[in-house]
């Protein structure tokens, strides 16, 4: 009968040593996506914008929309716009533009922040959101969905691509 030792041995080492991988980063070196952006806060409640988009939204067309949510959340004033966040939510979501639900669970995810920058995603965000709005013919624009973020350490700017209704408005950010 053979031993079933090694074969042991291996399984655990293998499993402990996974633990000391390098790639147990917490800070990402590219920003996720299949996640929210939380676009804003007030009170107990947050609009979150899908990270990734859609299109087929208007037929003939290659527009992408991104869909968003007003979630109520006891806690959402710990949340802080610019932040990408994880939901989960158990109940119905009314699809109203922008959609409305309520979360029972959202998770902060780690900022992506370049070693060289000075500014983190989340103020990067805040700022293209901004820099869309100011840009934009609409009278009340809400969603603004984040298509693209880079850093670009040799001219030291952010360069963010964001949809407004299907528009596409690229920007450069100094980060400072």
């Known amino acids: 009968m053979k031993s079933r030792y090694p074969l ?8 402990l040593l996974s633990g000391c991988s390098e790639n147990s980063v917490t800070e990402p070196r590219e920003p996720s ?22 299109s087929g939204f208007e037929p003939n067309t290659d527009k992408e ?15 802080k716009a610019g ?6 939510s158990s109940h119905p979501v009314m699809e109203s533009l922008p959609g409305q639900g309520i979360a029972d669970s959202v ?5 992506y922040k370049p070693k060289e920058a000075d500014m983190s995603e989340s103020e990067i ?9 100011e840009q934009s013919d609409e009278i009340n624009p ?10 670009d350490d040799q001219s030291d700017m952010w360069k963010v691509s964001t949809n407004l209704d299907g528009e596409i ?3 450069k950010i100094e980060d400072k």
């Not at 932040?83 to 989960?88: H, L, T």
């Not at 965000?125 to 709005?133: L, S």
Request: charged share 20%; glycine share 2%; hydrophobic share 45%.
């Open 125 to 133: 965000v805040m700022k293209a959101i901004e820099m869309t709005k």
């Open 65 to 79: 929309y991104y869909s968003a949510t007003y979630y109520e959340y006891p806690n959402a004033s710990d949340l």
């Open 33 to 54: 996506s299949n996640e929210y952006y939380v676009a804003s806060v007030q009170g107990n409640k947050f609009l979150a914008v899908l990270t990734e988009p859609y």
């Open 8 to 15: 042991v041995t291996f399984l655990l080492a293998a499993v």
């Open 107 to 111: 998770e902060v995810l780690p900022e």
């Open 169 to 171: 408005f690229e920007l």
């Open 83 to 88: 932040q990408r966040v994880k939901i989960e």
């Open 142 to 151: 809400i969603i603004v969905g984040i298509k693209n973020i880079q850093y």
